[in-house]
């Protein structure tokens, strides 16, 4: 019989588009519907009526297992509802109705969320998996619009099961309505499943997005610091390396309110697997302006001081946090912090952001929903930051 394998998940939301992504059993055909559905006060999810009126339609009747379908002509920061539907000679299958929301405009508040670790952490894991699900399930409690998965999402990224076991199983009900985005970690082995099973710009490995006020860039740090290589780069953070160019470019075409960046690799953690040599892109960062840093890696949380020039500044500086939060391993700390740490605490973890034009509200919350950690940052019409 056909069935569902993987999904279905969301990718790459704009204000006018969703791409819907599913695997299947058997090579089959894909459809898929979007759905407006009447708002009450009390009623099929979330105080909508069951969804009947098809407003959109996308289809592909060649056959293949890894589906992928973007719905356009919608409307910006709004609930619709997808149904998906598979068919061949083994069967049909479909799946739905499950909510989305399509990109907010500019100006408008919006939420995220921030983990990464559900397969590094594995080989350290007692728990068989519970903490992988409890992550998931705390971030699902806060709705977000949408979430960074900051690297090593599997143990070995060319095994296809670990994509399942570590992933796309414990993260079932959060993925199905939550689009996100991830960069590759370590684990991930720059195996082809990472660029089989989502749907970013290329070359995938790094790519940028807009989302309300924010514009966001993903790096690869393992293609800047290569295996062969660890923990140095051989030359290849300068001007010259096609990544190291994109970013630059990237970086000089945005006006965004805030710029958000994140790779795995850590510049700066008061533990171990601290790579250095990923400092070298500082100077880029803060001549453009980025706020926040969001890395992983070494499987704890910490948050760093404003830093801008190698020092703590408290006006122009960029924080760095390591959200390694699938997983904690107190003993990676070194005997006491750095001086660029600000705050740090080895539990599982995933980190949650509001956003508004002005105010970026971070909050770090554990496993079982406990918040250990915040920091606000406001910006002035002149572009300084203030830091609460």
């Known amino acids: 019989?056909?069935?569902?394998?993987?999904?279905?998940?969301?990718?790459?939301?704009?204000?006018?588009?969703?791409?819907?992504?599913?695997?299947?059993?058997?090579?089959?055909?894909?459809?898929?519907?979007?759905?407006?559905?009447?708002?009450?006060?009390?009623?099929?999810?979330?105080?909508?009526?069951?969804?009947?009126?098809?407003?959109?339609?996308?289809?592909?009747?060649?056959?293949?297992?890894?589906?992928?379908?973007?719905?356009?002509?919608?409307?910006?920061?709004?609930?619709?509802?997808?149904?998906?539907?598979?068919?061949?000679?083994?069967?049909?299958?479909?799946?739905?109705?499950?909510?989305?929301?399509?990109?907010?405009?500019?100006?408008?508040?919006?939420?995220?969320?921030?983990?990464?670790?559900?397969?590094?952490?594995?080989?350290?894991?007692?728990?068989?998996?519970?903490?992988?699900?409890?992550?998931?399930?705390?971030?699902?409690?806060?709705?977000?619009d949408l979430t960074l998965f900051v690297g090593d999402l599997v143990n070995d990224g060319q095994n296809y099961d670990d994509w399942e076991k570590y992933f796309f199983r414990?993260?079932?009900?959060?993925?199905?309505?939550?689009?996100?985005?991830?960069?590759?970690?370590?684990?991930?082995?720059?195996?082809?499943?990472?660029?089989?099973?989502?749907?970013?710009?290329p070359p995938k490995n790094y790519y940028s997005f807009d989302y309300g006020d924010v514009h966001f860039i993903c790096l690869d740090s393992t293609d800047f610091i290569k295996p062969e290589h660890y923990p140095n780069s051989a030359g290849e953070i300068s001007s010259g390396n096609a990544q190291y160019d994109f970013l630059v470019q990237d970086l000089e075409a945005t006006s965004a309110a805030w710029k958000i960046v994140f790779f795995h690799y850590p510049p700066y953690i008061s533990g171990g697997y601290q790579v250095e040599e990923l400092r070298k892109l500082s100077p880029v960062l803060e001549q453009y302006g980025v706020d926040v840093v969001f890395n992983s890696h070494t499987i704890v949380y910490e948050r760093s001081h404003p830093i801008r020039g190698g020092q703590i500044d408290e006006n122009d500086g960029i924080v760095y946090i390591v959200a390694g939060g699938a997983g904690a391993m107190p003993d990676w700390f070194l005997p006491k912090r750095e001086w660029h740490t600000s705050q740090s605490l080895a539990v599982p973890h995933f980190v949650q952001v509001v956003v508004t034009s002005n105010l970026l509200e971070l909050r770090a919350i554990d496993e079982e929903g406990r918040l250990f950690d915040a920091l606000k940052i406001r910006k002035g019409t002149n572009g300084r930051k203030e830091f609460l």
């Open 170 to 201: 414990p993260g079932k009900d959060f993925i199905i309505n939550t689009p996100f985005y991830s960069c590759l970690g370590n684990h991930e082995r720059n195996a082809s499943w990472y660029y089989d099973f989502f749907a970013y710009d």
């Open 1 to 144: 019989m056909l069935t569902i394998v993987k999904g279905p998940y969301l990718q790459w939301p704009t204000e006018d588009s969703m791409t819907i992504m599913w695997e299947t059993s058997e090579q089959a055909s894909s459809r898929a519907d979007v759905l407006m559905a009447e708002r009450i006060h009390s009623g099929y999810q979330g105080n909508y009526k069951k969804p009947e009126h098809v407003v959109s339609t996308v289809s592909n009747k060649g056959y293949c297992t890894i589906h992928q379908l973007t719905v356009k002509n919608l409307e910006p920061s709004t609930i619709y509802f997808y149904n998906i539907y598979s068919a061949c000679e083994k069967g049909e299958i479909e799946s739905g109705p499950h909510p989305l929301k399509t990109a907010v405009r500019k100006g408008e508040p919006f939420s995220f969320t921030v983990t990464s670790e559900t397969g590094g952490y594995s080989g350290f894991d007692q728990s068989n998996g519970r903490i992988n699900r409890n992550i998931f399930h705390q971030m699902q409690r806060y709705r977000p």
